[in-house]
């Protein structure tokens, strides 16, 4: 998976990847190493603990903690520790939701990042978003036609078995549509939009990609979609790369693929520029042929909790 030219991974959620199943203080990752203990004893034990570590490390760890560590809250195990213990022994962190295998969120807020922003989709280590320069007009155009279309954009996830950390899971856009006719109530948490032929008989979209989620940041790479963004139909030329953070509140990241410069040329005449812009633009070559043919274009979004049927 092309994972590699994914730039930043996004750590807006907490969860270390740190879990201990041996000898150490409760709840700290012991990392075997001395650089955060600062007691005279000598560390003793063998684990992967990372924390300031003040007291004697020859204590004995009777528990069985296979939570994340960075939790805040109540020490429940009982052994000889000495420290100052601050993660949970309970596994229910707020950042890493512990119930349901799935959900789906509606896109609330979606807009062209800025030039400095953009994913980076062609593996340089910067980001690409060439479209930024149009950013104005395509965000003005997305404000526009969202209120008024009964389309809705919505991103859907399953498969997932820790919230944390989960190197399998699957996810999906959906552009399911709102029957009631009524768009206030779209972003209430609760609203149902009808997706359709686009769900499998288990309610899951049938056109979807693999991903994962590491330290509670989602990623995942699709290989079709099409969005209808500002009155147009993007589809993609590259690869579609997704990451963000969710939960049940809630689901915020970025996207972004390569537009075909043909669609891109298209869409200049029919807004009055001159197609030639669009291949003074273009800059990934979806094909390998050393000939740019298309543009970057990475999106914000901001989603809340639906469900889809
Ligand atoms: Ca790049
Ligand atoms: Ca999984
Ligand atoms: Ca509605
Ligand atoms: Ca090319």
């Known amino acids: 998976m092309l994972r590699i030219g994914l730039g930043v991974v996004l750590f807006l959620g907490g969860c270390s990847q740190t879990y201990k199943t041996d000898t150490a203080e409760p709840g700290f990752a012991d990392s075997g190493d001395t650089a955060n203990d600062t007691d005279s004893a000598a560390d003793t034990d063998t684990d992967t603990d990372s924390d300031t570590d003040t007291d004697s490390d020859t204590d004995t760890d009777t528990d069985t903690d296979t939570d994340p560590d ?3 809250d109540t020490d429940t195990d009982t052994d000889t520790d000495t420290d100052t213990d601050t993660d949970t022994d309970t596994g229910s962190g707020s950042s890493c939701p512990p119930t349901g295998p799935e959900m789906v969120w509606v896109v609330q807020t979606l807009e062209v990042a800025t030039a400095t922003n953009g994913m980076d989709l062609d593996g340089d280590g910067r980001g690409d978003n060439v479209m930024a320069v149009v950013r104005d007009t395509l965000n003005a155009e997305i404000l526009e036609t969202f209120p008024t279309t009964p389309v809705v954009l919505a991103w859907q996830m399953w498969g997932i078995d820790d919230w944390c950390d989960d190197p ?3 996810g999906a856009f959906l552009s ?4 009631d006719g009524d768009h206030t109530d779209d972003y209430s948490g609760t609203e149902a939009f009808d997706a359709g032929a686009a769900l499998d008989g ?3 979209a049938i056109e979807n990609g693999p991903g994962s989620i590491v330290s509670s ?3 995942f790479t699709l290989a079709n979609g099409s969005f209808d963004v500002g009155g147009f139909t993007l589809v993609n030329a590259t690869t579609i790369y997704i ?3 969710a939960d049940e509140s809630g689901n915020s990241g970025q996207f972004a693929f390569g537009l075909p410069m043909a669609l891109m040329e298209e869409i200049a005449i029919e807004e009055g520029y001159d197609p030639a812009l669009a291949a003074a633009l273009a800059d990934l070559d979806s094909d390998g042929d050393g ?13 809340v909790p639906a469900t889809v049927y």
């Not at 399911?176 to 029957?179: K, V, Y």
């Open 168 to 170: 399998d899971i699957t």
């Open 291 to 303: 000939v740019m043919d298309a543009l970057s274009i990475t999106f914000d979004f901001v989603a």
């Open 202 to 204: 288990r309610g899951h």
């Open 217 to 219: 940041g989602y990623q």
């Open 243 to 245: 990451e963000g953070v």
């Open 176 to 179: 399911p549509e709102d029957t």
């Open 70 to 72: 960075t939790y805040t």
